[in-house]
């Protein structure tokens, strides 16, 4: 099996914004077995090289002399008014990384004005984080094969508050993460000697675990059971999600939900075309940061030809391999009305908890700002294409 270990990854574009932000090595801030599940991604990770490398094939094109002072980086998406244009994707299992997991991006994302999603496989409950910050959620959500049970979710979102409901579609099956299997990363934790010992050198994440609440999946605490007995996360997966999904399901739980409906994870325009039709408010054009299907398309190479079949009539967003603002400025430029991140985060949460989302959201907001004086822009919408150039 194919396998590199953290420290000879090549592709390494997250753990590059690790050392920038925070000044420590990507594997001194957490263990080897949660390092890998979160910089990892499927079979030999192509995809998830080419989702940063995709933006070096082209070229911005500043304009200079236009007086500008300062800058206004909103956005308003999917009906929500976001103070700049990079938002927290929903991730799972934030408390395994820091015992403050999703309390701090929530928090650190309301200091910055920003949306944050909370994953089905969150380890905070979305009500609690509802009530916590008024800053836009979305909750991210998985097909089941029990209908009821989709409805009920549906309507525990709509109750808590959730403004942005998000079907991620391409996960129907797992993707083969080479780096998990290597390292026996699983849900529920099962301890072998050599975890045993990166937990006695890193003893800081053990106590934390030991001395917070227990860990749990708020969101799935009725189905999955994290004693280690009747389910895992492998299981619920393959036994209570719906791999038959199709696009009747999803028009109708866009009717059944009535409000901002986007699905994460669609690429072909065909798809796109698809999901107006049924009426999705947006879409999110993703490749799961290259954690499904190996050898697909970065979001930003599929860019502009999703945006000129669609125009506005869907809110167009893409995530995958955002490191930098100006990353940010070129998929803003092709008409992306956001950006989602994903590692981006999580290794500075990894590292310090809310201090560190917070000094990478900090960072992405100077860049961006700094960035667009250089560009010679004032506000988002004077982006375009006469910015870019490819190569
Ligand atoms: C550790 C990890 C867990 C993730 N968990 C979820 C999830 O539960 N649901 C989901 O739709 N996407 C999930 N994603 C995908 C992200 O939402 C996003 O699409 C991806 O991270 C973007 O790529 P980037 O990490 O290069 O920014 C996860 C990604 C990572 C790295």
């Known amino acids: 099996m194919p396998f590199r270990t953290s420290l000879d990854a090549k592709c390494a574009c997250s753990t590059v914004t690790i050392?920038?932000?925070?000044?420590?090595?990507?594997?001194?801030?957490?263990?080897?077995?949660?390092?890998?599940?979160?910089?990892?991604?499927?079979?030999?990770?192509?995809?998830?090289?080419?989702?940063?490398?995709?933006?070096?094939?082209?070229?911005?094109?500043p304009n200079v002399l236009r007086g500008i002072e300062t800058v206004d980086m909103s956005v308003t998406v999917l009906g929500q008014k976001l103070a700049m244009p990079v938002y927290c994707s929903p991730t799972a299992l934030q408390r395994l990384f820091h015992h403050q997991g999703e309390r701090a991006v929530a928090a650190a994302a309301a200091k910055y004005g920003t949306m944050f999603g909370v994953s089905s496989l969150g380890t905070v409950s979305l009500e609690e984080l509802r009530k916590a910050h008024d800053t836009p959620q979305v909750y991210q959500?998985?097909?089941?094969?029990?209908?009821?049970?989709?409805?009920?979710?549906?309507?525990?979102?709509?109750?808590?508050?959730?403004?942005?409901?998000?079907?991620?579609?391409?996960?129907?099956?797992?993707?083969?993460?080479?780096?998990?299997?290597?390292?026996?990363?699983?849900?529920?934790?099962?301890?072998?000697?050599?975890?045993?010992?990166?937990?006695?050198?890193?003893?800081?994440?053990g106590i934390n675990y030991i001395t917070?609440?227990?860990?749990?999946?708020?969101?799935?605490?009725?189905?999955?059971?994290?004693?280690?007995?009747?389910?895992?996360?492998?299981?619920?997966?393959?036994?209570?999600?719906?791999?038959?999904?199709?696009?009747?399901?999803?028009?109708?739980?866009?009717r059944m939900w009535d409000g901002q409906f986007c699905i994460k994870g669609v690429m072909s325009i065909d798809d796109v075309k698809r999901a107006i039709e049924i009426g999705c408010t947006g879409i999110i054009l993703s490749n799961h940061g290259g954690r499904q299907l190996d050898g697909s398309r970065a979001a930003f190479d599929q860019l502009a030809e999703v945006v000129d079949a669609v125009g506005d009539r869907i809110d167009v967003i893409m995530d995958g391999g955002v490191q930098r603002g100006t990353h940010v400025l070129k998929a803003l430029s092709l008409g992306a009305k956001a950006v989602g991140v994903g590692r981006y985060y999580l290794f500075p949460l990894a590292a310090a908890g809310q201090a560190g989302v917070e000094r990478a959201l900090g960072h992405m907001r100077a860049e961006i700002g700094r960035d667009m004086k250089l560009m010679g822009c004032r506000s988002i919408d004077e982006l375009s294409r006469k910015n870019l150039r490819f190569r």
């Open 19 to 61: 050392s920038r932000i925070l000044g420590r090595s990507p594997n001194s801030v957490c263990q080897a077995r949660f390092f890998n599940y979160i910089d990892g991604a499927a079979d030999d990770e192509t995809t998830y090289r080419q989702n940063t490398a995709s933006f070096e094939r082209c070229d911005l094109v």
């Open 141 to 205: 959500f998985y097909f089941h094969k029990d209908r009821g049970l989709n409805r009920a979710m549906m309507q525990r979102a709509k109750e808590a508050g959730v403004n942005v409901m998000m079907l991620t579609v391409d996960s129907i099956t797992g993707g083969n993460r080479e780096r998990d299997l290597r390292t026996g990363f699983s849900i529920p934790f099962r301890l072998s000697l050599g975890s045993m010992m990166q937990f006695a050198l890193k003893p800081m994440w």
């Open 212 to 254: 917070h609440e227990r860990f749990k999946l708020p969101q799935l605490d009725d189905h999955v059971d994290m004693s280690g007995g009747a389910m895992s996360i492998a299981q619920y997966f393959a036994e209570m999600l719906d791999p038959s999904m199709n696009w009747d399901d999803v028009a109708e739980m866009v």
